[in-house]
């Protein structure tokens, strides 16, 4: 079965103390990874498709990187307006090619000043 | 560009109703997903449309069901709701020709159940 776990579920960062977020994976046929940040009381929004291990994005303060088995959003000197809901989501291949995305837990990250 | 817009925002519905939510896509989407977001059991599939055909459904009961019009815009229905389908209902619209999954969500229509 398809399976997306987070880790930790939070963190709590002083402004600039730079840190990781893991997303560990299990798919039968990985047709991407992706990250999405998630604001309270809001709908998740886009960050980064992975496709391969070995792959690489980044966006400001985030890198997003991806081996076979996990993928890990690195944020750099984090600012307080980083503080979110991180979440990782897989899509499996399939033959119908529709947009399935299997979810993770998330990671709340706090960013004090 | 407007994006994503789910009606209502909030509802609040009593057990053995049922509801209707409505999801307008971006303009030139033709893929329409949705999703339950709970505490517990965050976010979960609930089906996907494309071009009005259901394309793929999660593991969700049959109370659950929704539809898409020619114009792309689309309707998730649950009947005889139960506590436990209080949640947010995220509709999220992708566009992308190359299927990389890119989805643009919606705020989401948050339901409780009383």
């Known amino acids: 079965e398809d399976q997306v776990t987070q880790s930790p579920e939070a963190l709590r960062l002083q402004e600039g103390e730079s840190s990781s977020l893991n997303c560990s994976y299990t798919?039968?046929?990985?047709?991407?990874l992706f990250w999405y940040r998630q604001d309270p009381g809001k709908g998740p929004e886009f960050l980064f498709t992975?496709?391969?291990a070995g792959e690489e994005k980044e966006k400001e303060r985030l890198k997003a990187t991806l081996t076979k088995k996990e993928s890990f959003l690195h944020i750099t000197a984090p600012k307080p307006e980083d503080s979110a809901t991180y979440l990782c989501a897989v899509q499996a291949h399939s033959v119908d090619s529709s947009y399935k995305l299997i979810f993770g837990s998330g990671t709340r990250l706090l960013v004090r000043p | 560009k407007a994006g994503v817009t789910q009606t209502p925002r909030y509802l609040i519905k009593t057990r053995g109703q049922q509801v209707t939510l409505s999801c307008s896509p971006i303009s030139g989407h033709r893929s329409v997903s949705w999703y339950q977001q709970t505490p517990g059991q965050g976010l979960q599939f609930l089906f996907e449309y494309f071009s009005e055909t259901q394309r793929n459904k999660g593991n969700f009961p049959g109370r659950f069901s929704g539809r898409q019009f020619s114009n792309s815009r689309s309707e998730m229905n649950v009947s005889t709701l139960e506590l436990g389908d209080s949640a947010l209902y995220l509709c999220a619209s992708s566009g992308d020709s190359h299927n990389t999954g890119e989805l643009f969500f919606g705020e989401g229509s948050r339901l409780t159940v009383l």
């Open positions: 992975l496709y391969s």
């Open positions: 798919v039968s046929g990985l047709r991407g």
